[in-house]
T-cell receptor, first 111, second 113 residues
Framework: GQQVMQIPQYQHVQEGEDFTTYCNSSTTLSNIQWYKQRPGGHPVFLIQLVKSGEVKKQKRLTFQFGEAKKNSSLHITATQTTDVGTYFCAGPRDNFNKFYFGSGTKLNVKP | DTAVSQTPKYLVTQMGNDKSIKCEQNLGHDTMYWYKQDSKKFLKIMFSYNNKELIINETVPNRFSPKSPDKAHLNLHINSLELGDSAVYFC????????????FGPGTRLTVL
């Protein structure tokens, strides 16, 4: 079945450093979503990418959807302690709004 | 004004007991979901309802039974609780079946002793 793999599993950075997490699917995705979960919190929607090669920015966050629509990345420029949390990508399966969540990348930012 | 609410927030119970978790959304969404997040933070979908109708039922033991009395509510009843059921259960909702962001509830941390 379709799987959504995410790397790295953990990332520890010094405040001010950049951070990137990658999401790879075994099959073509119609769209991909990114979520952030703060420690002890619940997943919160960040963005959705639909078009091949799409790039979207939210302040220091840059999201990319691969040309083949099988991979995606989230890049954070100049991390801050408020960026701490686990970042999940999620891709749909079949025709339903049923998303396979990636395994998540846990980001820790040292002040 | 919480968009997606769940009760209880914490649930500690003995093996073999039956328990329920309630979820309500006030967003007017058509679709609601139950997810299980284990200790390694993997998020797995369990069920999805669209307009009170079950549309997704992942490989979940039949001890788990969702019930949707109306579009705004999706409850989860668990029979004969086992140690492996310990996890955080998240309810979520989205506007429609396809291509919509999901709004998650705060989660219910279930601990089975």
């Amino acid at each position: 079945g379709q799987q959504v793999m995410q790397i790295p599993q953990y990332q520890h950075v010094q405040e001010g450093e950049d951070f990137t997490t990658y999401c790879n699917s075994s099959t073509t995705l119609s769209n991909i979503q990114w979520y952030k979960q703060r420690p002890g919190g619940h997943p919160v929607f960040l963005i959705q990418l639909v078009k091949s090669g799409e790039v979207k920015k939210q302040k220091r966050l840059t999201f990319q959807f691969g040309e083949a629509k099988k991979n995606s990345s989230l890049h954070i420029t100049a991390t801050q302690t408020t960026d701490v949390g686990t970042y999940f990508c999620a891709g749909p399966r079949d025709n339903f709004n049923k998303f396979y969540f990636g395994s998540g990348t846990k980001l820790n930012v040292k002040p | 004004d919480t968009a997606v609410s769940q009760t209880p927030k914490y649930l500690v119970t003995q093996m073999g007991n039956d328990k329920s978790i309630k979820c309500e959304q006030n967003l007017g969404h058509d679709t609601m979901y139950w997810y299980k997040q284990d200790s390694k933070k993997f998020l797995k979908i369990m069920f999805s309802y669209n307009n009170k109708e079950l549309i997704i039922n992942e490989t979940v033991p039949n001890r788990f039974s969702p019930k949707s009395p109306d579009k705004a509510h999706l409850n989860l009843h668990i029979n004969s609780l086992e140690l492996g059921d310990s996890a955080v259960y998240f309810c979520a909702s989205s506007r429609q079946l396809e291509y919509n962001e999901q709004f998650f509830g705060p989660g219910t941390r279930l601990t089975v002793l």
